[in-house]
Nanobody, 124 residues
Framework: QVQLVESGGGLVQAGGSLRLSCAAS????????MGWFRQAPGKEREFVAAIGWSGGNTYYADSVKGRFTISRDNAKTVYLQMNSLKSEDTAVYYC??????????????????WGQGTQVTVSS
């Protein structure tokens, strides 16, 4: 079993930066691919970024490419560095863990474990 806890959300002005963290419990965390998703009010959960188990492969949604960076330290923490934030980035951000590594990392149903989410609000 893996438990995920996000932190680092908050209120920031447009153009600012935030770094989200996702702390994981469980012995096998280092073998899981990890992803970040977000959900704005009235919208479906959408893919933001993902990182392979080794940290060597990263994937981004077009909307955040060049502004967000996903990383992991395999000390059971995954990060999402968010720069040049825009009002449309406002959402609850969730981290997720892919235990089996058989699905598409941009699809929510691929993931087996989810955190409770952290709110990011970008004021314009």
């Amino acid at each position: 079993q893996v438990q995920l806890v996000e932190s680092g959300g908050g209120l920031v002005q447009a153009g600012g930066s935030l770094r989200l963290s996702c702390a994981a419990s469980g012995r096998t965390f280092s073998s899981y691919a990890m992803g970040w998703f977000r959900q704005a009010p009235g919208k479906e959960r959408e893919f933001v970024a993902a990182i392979g188990w080794s940290g060597g492969n990263t994937y981004y949604a077009d909307s955040v490419k060049g502004r967000f960076t996903i990383s992991r330290d395999n000390a059971k923490t995954v990060y999402l560095q968010m720069n040049s934030l825009k009002s449309e980035d406002t959402a609850v951000y969730y981290c997720a863990a892919d235990r089996y590594g058989r699905g598409v990392l941009s699809t929510p149903s691929t993931y087996d474990y989810w955190g409770q989410g952290t709110q990011v609000t970008v004021s314009s």
